[in-house]
């Protein structure tokens, strides 16, 4: 079972559309994060998250997480062939002492000029 | 500061041979992390250091995977008589402790044939 699942898997949407991915699980988490991984590359890290119901936003990005600390979501406005990429979301379990990311099935974004 | 530096990028080896990666973190991060990242998949946790101390290793990492960080700096894993399913994405990561985030190698791409 995996402990954080990501929907849609994939997606295909045109250029200057909306598009929301989402991160859950049934545990809660310390912190959340996002990342954009791109062929060939380690994932680079775009936000992190802390406080429940906690929004943040990053250009045409907006990151939520949930007040509960067990979901979040992506938003991005006016998509741009640029945000092309696979998108994970990964977190560290609340549990004194943990200290690793437990990440995401991913999400490959695909933006059509 | 240039990053988290794998070596070598990609590597070939046929089935039971030894193989050693490379990771050079940023060097006033602390901690250092292995991931291996199967295709379609998002990482999966291997080990992590915090300095020279290994503190926790996953049951991914089986008996014929080793990793060590000798100096608290550079750290390697090896993989012994590896197998086709060793073929994977190796992702090194390092952070600090009060950093929330993790900054990634290129990741070292394994092929065994």
């Known amino acids: 079972t995996q402990l954080l699942e990501q929907s849609p898997q994939f997606l295909s949407i045109q250029e200057g559309e909306n598009l929301t991915v989402y991160c859950n699980s049934s545990?809660?988490?310390?912190?959340l994060q996002w990342y954009r991984q791109e062929p060939g590359e380690g994932p680079v890290l775009l936000v992190t998250?802390?406080?429940?119901?906690e929004v943040k936003k990053l250009k045409r990005l907006t990151f939520q997480f949930g007040d509960a600390r067990k979901d979040s979501s992506l938003h991005i406005t006016a998509a741009q062939p640029g945000d092309t990429g696979l998108y994970l979301c990964?977190?560290?379990?609340?549990?004194?002492?943990?200290?690793?990311?437990?990440f995401g099935t991913g999400t490959r974004l695909t933006i059509i000029p | 500061d240039t990053g988290v530096s794998q070596d070598p990028r990609h590597k070939i080896t046929k089935r039971g041979q030894n193989v050693t990666f490379r990771c050079d973190p940023i060097?006033?991060?602390?901690?250092l992390y292995w991931y291996r990242q199967t295709l379609g998949q998002g990482p999966e946790f291997l080990t992590y250091?915090?300095?020279?101390?290994?503190?926790?290793k996953s049951r991914l990492l089986s008996d014929r995977f080793s990793a060590e960080r000798p100096k608290g700096s550079f750290s390697t894993l090896e993989i012994q008589r590896t197998e086709q399913g060793d073929s994977a994405m190796y992702l090194c990561?390092?952070?600090?402790?009060?950093?929330?985030?993790?900054?990634f190698g290129s990741g070292t791409r394994l092929t065994v044939v």
């Open positions: 990561a390092s952070s600090v402790v009060s950093n929330y985030g993790y900054t």
């Open positions: 545990s809660v988490f310390s912190s």
């Open positions: 998250v802390v406080t429940g119901g």
């Open positions: 990964a977190g560290k379990v609340l549990n004194f002492g943990n200290e690793k990311l437990t």
């Open positions: 060097s006033e991060h602390n901690r």
């Open positions: 250091f915090q300095n020279e101390a290994q503190l926790e």
